[in-house]
């Protein structure tokens, strides 16, 4: 192996439902509570964290995201969750590309938010260049084993349209499951592994995403160099993202002020 592959930190993006658990997530992985965990969906910031995380001889930076649910967050918050969401992009496009995306959910029905977050990571933020698995939490009292759960609900999930590269249905919660605390541990440590840093894709540096070329549609109208002034990328978001009209329009004009302040 290359000598600068094996000192370079893996950047793992995760994200996903709000109150799914993704702080333990983090903490479970690293053996160690790194992350502080929180039960208030709004938390105190709509920034990502980033925490640094070490096993198995490797390095790992785990950038924590904010749920994207506009329900809970409002629509304002949402907008900001959105930016942010697109600035930690351009800052690991900057710092060595994304090598893994990690959607994180609770044991439940996949619902349009649900699938709508998925789509703004996946093919919004990254092109489906990233590989991107899912993360299922709370199966603490799973009758049988814990990727049951998948076994009786993976056809659901590629009904919608949803592919993952690979899975781990896991509880983050030690109290009285430590086998299964445990297990889980294993299942996602193995996952990341196999799946980021043997993963059968390089790290995502970055292209020429619908985001850009959304930014550069939006220069063009603030310039006044669009060769088309109907130009409208709501309708894209909402087609793309699956976001309602209101929403989509809300987004472009929040990326249209700022565009035109540069």
């Given at each position: ?91 690991l496009e900057r710092q060595g590309g994304i090598d893994l995306l990690m959607f994180c959910m609770r044991a439940g029905r996949l619902t349009a938010t649900l699938q709508n977050n998925y789509r703004l990571f996946n093919e919004f933020l990254c092109e489906k260049k990233v590989p991107i698995v899912i993360v299922i939490t709370y199966l603490e009292n799973e009758v049988g084993e814990m990727d049951d759960w998948w076994k009786r609900n ?109």
């Amino acid at each position: 192996m290359n000598p600068d592959a094996r000192n370079k930190h893996t950047n793992v993006v995760l994200f996903g439902q709000g109150g799914a658990g993704k702080s333990s997530l983090v903490n479970l992985i690293a053996g160690e509570n790194v992350a502080k965990t929180s039960n208030d969906l709004t938390r105190c910031t709509l920034k990502w964290e980033e925490h640094s995380v070490n096993f198995g001889g490797d390095s790992y930076n785990i950038f924590d995201t904010v749920g994207l649910e506009e329900p809970q967050l409002g629509i304002p918050q949402y907008l900001d969750a959105v930016e942010n969401a697109y600035s930690l992009i351009q800052k690991l496009e900057r710092q060595g590309g994304i090598d893994l995306l990690m959607f994180c959910m609770r044991a439940g029905r996949l619902t349009a938010t649900l699938q709508n977050n998925y789509r703004l990571f996946n093919e919004f933020l990254c092109e489906k260049k990233v590989p991107i698995v899912i993360v299922i939490t709370y199966l603490e009292n799973e009758v049988g084993e814990m990727d049951d759960w998948w076994k009786r609900n993976e056809k659901a999930f590629r009904h919608q349209e949803f592919y993952v590269d690979g899975h781990a249905c896991i509880t983050a919660i030690q109290g009285n499951c430590p086998e299964r605390h445990e297990q889980s541990r294993t299942t996602l440590r193995k996952l990341v592994k196999e799946c980021a840093t043997g993963g059968h894709k390089r790290a995502w540096k970055g292209g020429d995403n619908l985001f850009v070329s959304l930014m550069r549609q939006l220069r063009g109208l603030v310039s006044g160099k669009s060769r088309s002034k109907k130009d409208n990328i709501a309708p894209r978001l909402t087609k793309k993202c699956g976001l309602s009209p209101e929403l989509a329009k809300q987004l472009a004009d929040r990326i249209k002020k700022d565009v035109g302040a540069t």
